[in-house]
Structures are given as structure tokens and as C-alpha cells.
């Protein structure tokens, strides 16, 4: 069956209807935007001849994504969070803001409120006794290469398994979170242990649409960031450790080239001696470059619910 009606009389009122268009009130720029999407959702039916099944069946799926708390999960396997910042990369260079450390993405598993220390912390709790020990180190400088003291590197990754605490119950508060404080020199360290990669539940609404295209839902191993400094640029952004089976094939699609840091075995650790901390171990140096600007709104990172961050609608 091939029929079309899209160009009807018909079906043009009744979007226009769906979107409000014929009613006072409401809001403009969110009418328009409906009516977009209902009009392309019924151009998908037409020209691929969806099945009253198959639209059901994604109906369905729809309402399972939303109570297995995987919409923000779908959103980046789909390359959502990608292109929202392809998006902004095109924004900072049609206003010469362009330059520094590359962003990627966030991901939905930020805990607002971590633990803030001046130039050095321990991030994990010390229960895992069979995690590999790493020294998290880097320095925080302007574009000219000028060190920035007082910045604010918030940093946060999963443990061995993949998991983050707070969203894992079974990790101590904010295990694997810190907040450190650049010194004089624009350094930051922390002491570690190496993350594992993670992948999408098995048996999750976003696996199983995966599946359907043929990918997998692996992230390679990677730690967050968020850098930042009144009168520069706020960074979101993650490393990916080299060597990962994922690191080039990111389900997320967060690598960049620049992103990618070799993890070192060394036997001594100058930068970790400083702060106590001895070798052998592992380095996963991270030197990040922010751009300045005026703009308070650049400063500070945008608005989105997060948890323990003050409610946002
Ligand atoms: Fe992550």
C-alpha cells in the first residue's frame, strides 16, 4: 500500500489544529516546533509506509526508554550531545571564541556539590584494593600558555566496573568526585584509580535499539571534566584513555584526537611526591588551554538538570 496525503487539505488542518495554530495562548516558538516535528513524524509514515504495528511498537518503546531512565542515554548514542556540540563549536567560531582545550560531551552522570581541595585530592575511598593506582595530573593555562591559578577542575569517573557513584548506591558519596583548585603554577593532581569503559544495560531500551542498527553501546575508558575560571570560557569536556578497544569507536561518539591521553606506568612521580604520593603508579596527564572571554553567560557551564545542582525546569 502506497498512499499519499501528506499534501491533502485535510491532513495540513489537522496539524495546524495539533499545534495550537488556531488558538489563542500558548506558546509561540513551541507551537512551531511541534508543528515540525508532528509534520516530519507523519512525512516518516508516509514515505516508509509505517505500519499501524510498527508505530505502536515505537509508541511502546518510547514509554519504556522514559521509565528505565534512559532517555538521557539514547540522546548521545544517537549523536544528540555530538552535534548540540558541533553546534556550539560553529557558535564559538562565528564569534572568534575559538582555540583551547576541545569540548565534548557531559553525559548524565554529574553530581553537583563534590568535595573541593586546594591543588590535590584523593578521589577514591580506598576499598578497591585491586584497582590499578593513578595519578590524575595536568596544569590549567590561558591560550599563551600562562599558567591560571585558582581555576576549578571538576572531575569525575566511574570505577572498575563502570560505575559512578551516587547513580551506583553501592559506591561511598562522592567516590570518584573532586573538586580541585589550581595553585599558583595552574597545577592540579589527584590520586585515583583507573576507570574501566562501560556499556548501555544489556537489556535496556537504548541496547535494544542499538541492535536494531547493527552498534554496540560501549564507552571506552574516559574521565569528566568540567574547568573553569572567572573571566574564561567554562570547559565541559572528557579524556579518553589510548588503548581502549573503544577509544576510536565511542558508542557516545565523545572522542576527540586531542582528547586522547596515553596512561604511563612510572616508577617515580614528581608531581605525586609533592603531594605525598609514591611510586610505582600510573600517570594520565590532562593539561587543559581555556579561552578567555567577558561573557559571564560563557562562564559558567549552561543550565540543565543535573543532580544536586539546583532544580532547573
Ligand atoms: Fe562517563
Given at each position: ?8 487539505a485535510?491532513?495540513?488542518?489537522l496539524?495546524e489544529?495539533v499545534?495550537?495554530?488556531?488558538k489563542d495562548?500558548?506558546?509561540?516558538r ?9 509534520h516530519d ?9 509505517v ?5 505502536w511498537s ?5 514509554g ?16 544528540m550531545?555530538?552535534?548540540?556540540d558541533?553546534?556550539?563549536?560553529a ?7 575559538t582555540g583551547?582545550t576541545p ?9 553537583a ?9 584523593r578521589?577514591d575511598d580506598g576499598s ?7 595519578l590524575i595530573k595536568?596544569?590549567?593555562?590561558d591560550?599563551n600558555?600562562?599558567?591560571l591559578a585558582?581555576a576549578i577542575?571538576d572531575?569525575?569517573?566511574a570505577?572498575?566496573?563502570g560505575?559512578?557513584s551516587?547513580f ?11 573538586r580541585?583548585k589550581t595553585d ?10 583507573m ?10 531500551s537504548?541496547q535494544?535499539?542499538l ?14 571534566y568540567?574547568v573553569s575560571?572567572?573571566?574564561?570560557k ?9 588503548g581502549?578497544?573503544?577509544?576510536f ?6 572522542t ?10 612510572v616508577e ?5 611526591a609533592r603531594?605525598g604520593?609514591t ?13 578567555a ?5 560563557l562562564?559558567?557551564?549552561h543550565?540543565r538538570?543535573?543532580?544536586l ?5
Amino acid at each position: 500500500m502506497t498512499v499519499k496525503t501528506m499534501q491533502t487539505a485535510e491532513v495540513k488542518e489537522l496539524l495546524e489544529k495539533v499545534a495550537g495554530f488556531n488558538k489563542d495562548g500558548g506558546d509561540e516558538r513551541m507551537k512551531k516546533i511541534v508543528h515540525r516535528v508532528m509534520h516530519d513524524i507523519f512525512q516518516i509514515v508516509e514515505d516508509f509506509d509505517v505500519t499501524p504495528e510498527e508505530f505502536w511498537s515505537a509508541v511502546y518503546y518510547v514509554g519504556e526508554l522514559g521509565a528505565n531512565g534512559e532517555v538521557a542515554l539514547l540522546a548521545p548514542g544517537l549523536g544528540m550531545d555530538r552535534y548540540l556540540d558541533i553546534r556550539q563549536d560553529a557558535e564559538d567560531e562565528q564569534a572568534g571564541l575559538t582555540g583551547g582545550t576541545p569540548r565534548t560531551i557531559e553525559g548524565p552522570l554529574y553530581v553537583a556539590g563534590a568535595p573541593l581541595s586546594e591543588g590535590f585530592d584523593r578521589m577514591d575511598d580506598g576499598s578497591d584494593t585491586e584497582a590499578e593506582v593513578v595519578l590524575i595530573k595536568g596544569q590549567i593555562t590561558d591560550e599563551n600558555g600562562t599558567p591560571l591559578a585558582d581555576a576549578i577542575v571538576d572531575i569525575w569517573h566511574a570505577d572498575t566496573k563502570g560505575a559512578y557513584s551516587y547513580f551506583d548506591q553501592s559506591q561511598s558519596e562522592y567516590n570518584l568526585r573532586r573538586r580541585i583548585k589550581t595553585d599558583a603554577e595552574g597545577r592540579y593532581a589527584a590520586q585515583s584509580i583507573m576507570p574501566s569503559g562501560y556499556g548501555c544495560p544489556p537489556e535496556g531500551s537504548t541496547q535494544q535499539l542499538l541492535n536494531h542498527l547493527g552498534r554496540h553501546g560501549q564507552r571506552p575508558a574516559h574521565i569528566h571534566y568540567f574547568v573553569s575560571k572567572p573571566g574564561y570560557k567554562h570547559l565541559t569536556t572528557q579524556i579518553n584513555i589510548a588503548g581502549d578497544e573503544y577509544t576510536f569507536d565511542d558508542f557516545a561518539f565523545a572522542t576527540r584526537e586531542e582528547l586522547v591521553v596515553e596512561a604511563k606506568r612510572v616508577e617515580q612521580t614528581e608531581d605525586g611526591a609533592r603531594h605525598g604520593v609514591t611510586g610505582p603508579i600510573t600517570e594520565v596527564e590532562f593539561n587543559v588551554a581555556l579561552v578567555a572571554t567577558d561573557k559571564p553567560e560563557l562562564q559558567e557551564r549552561h543550565a540543565r538538570r543535573r543532580a544536586l545542582e539546583a532544580d532547573v525546569a
